[in-house]
């Protein structure tokens, strides 16, 4: 089993940016794709990118190619999110967690979460 906490959220204005961070403990990330999700308010959380665990390929949704990037770092154990040229429509709580693959970046498919960190982009 492994656990996942989100850190790197915060405030920032329309255009700035922010990295935000999933790391995990209790197994290595060598064995699972990670992907980023947000849920804004009343909305349902939705699949924002992954990263795969065989190849190192991504994915991002539509509203964020472009301006999101994910990387991981297999030594520590650490998935990125960089997001750039942020928008009031990026405010949301994102999460990370372990979807079945990156082909079907979905919430049902994803078998551990972390707790969420809160990004808020207003001016």
């Known amino acids: 089993q492994v656990q996942l906490g989100e850190s790197g959220g915060g405030s920032v204005q329309p255009g700035g940016s922010l990295r935000l961070s999933c790391a995990a403990s209790?197994?290595?990330?060598?064995?699972?794709?990670i992907g980023w999700f947000r849920q804004a308010p009343g909305k349902e959380r939705e699949g924002v990118s992954c990263?795969?665990?065989?190849?190192?390929?991504?994915y991002y949704a539509d509203s964020v190619k472009g301006r999101f990037t994910i990387s991981r770092d297999n030594v520590k154990n650490t998935v990125y999110l960089q997001m750039n040229s942020l928008n009031p429509e990026d405010t949301a709580v994102y999460y990370c967690?372990?979807?079945?693959?990156?082909?079907?970046?979905?919430?049902?498919?994803?078998?551990?979460w972390g707790q969420g960190t809160q990004v808020t982009v207003s001016s």
């Open positions: 209790g197994s290595t990330l060598d064995y699972y794709a």
């Open positions: 990263i795969s665990v065989s190849d190192g390929s991504t």
């Open positions: 967690g372990t979807p079945y693959n990156c082909r079907t970046v979905v919430p049902r498919l994803v078998k551990y």
